[in-house]
């Protein structure tokens, strides 16, 4: 694969019926994982392009999904382009995905002003903290989190908040995970890959 390929997450809000999106979604080779999200988002996605053209031509494919009825199903579409990946998971899948569905998951975004040392020492032997993306966008970087109760979370957030260079924090709650690198779950309850997803590149 070009070393020169577009990396983003897209976050994707919309309404009414989402059947037919998650669908367009989960089948297209450029969207590795699909987390269904409560908060700022419905979805947030980990995709790959190889141009811009090619991602223009994307979006505006997803931009015009309607509903049944002829109204637009999208709402927003926001991108936030990765920059460089701090931590990344290893060897996970969407079946430990579904070992842990009584666990509480989160991606947290944050803002900093200045250097990124802070924040990045901050975490780094973090177990909780799964990954960690340097994001061009709204935000600095995004930190994909899995904790087993709310007492942990919540002192993961002190920590990130108690930094100087931290001005802004945001978190969003994964309600489900639909896609996780090309791996989806088939109509028997078995991981299947489709057939149509040849590319390789994962960060999340």
Not at 123 to 134: A, E, P, Q, T, Y
Not at 157 to 167: A, D, E, G, Q, R
């Amino acid at each position: 694969m070009s070393t020169s390929v577009l990396h983003a997450l897209i976050a994707v809000s919309n309404w009414g019926e989402a059947s037919g999106l998650e669908k367009n979604m989960t089948q297209n080779v450029h969207v590795a994982s699909v987390f269904r999200m409560m908060g700022g988002c419905s979805y947030l996605l980990d995709a790959n392009f190889d141009s811009k053209e090619q991602f223009k031509d994307w979006i505006d494919n997803v931009k015009s999904f309607k509903l049944p009825s002829g109204v637009p199903g999208v709402l927003n579409l926001r991108t936030l382009k990765i920059i460089d990946v701090y931590k990344q998971k290893g060897d996970f899948d969407l079946k430990d995905y579904k070992e842990i569905r009584d666990s509480l998951h989160f991606f947290i975004y944050v803002d900093v002003e200045g250097s990124s040392d802070e924040i990045v020492a901050a975490i780094k032997g973090n177990d909780d903290v799964h990954s960690m993306l340097h994001i061009q966008g709204e935000h600095s970087f995004v930190m994909e989190v899995i904790v087993e109760n709310y007492d942990r979370y919540k002192e993961i957030i002190s920590v990130v908040k108690s930094l100087k260079s931290v001005t802004h924090v945001e978190t969003q709650e994964v309600i489900s995970v639909i896609k996780f690198r090309n791996q989806i779950v088939d109509a028997s309850g078995s991981l299947a890959y489709p057939s149509e997803d040849i590319r390789q590149l994962f960060t999340l």
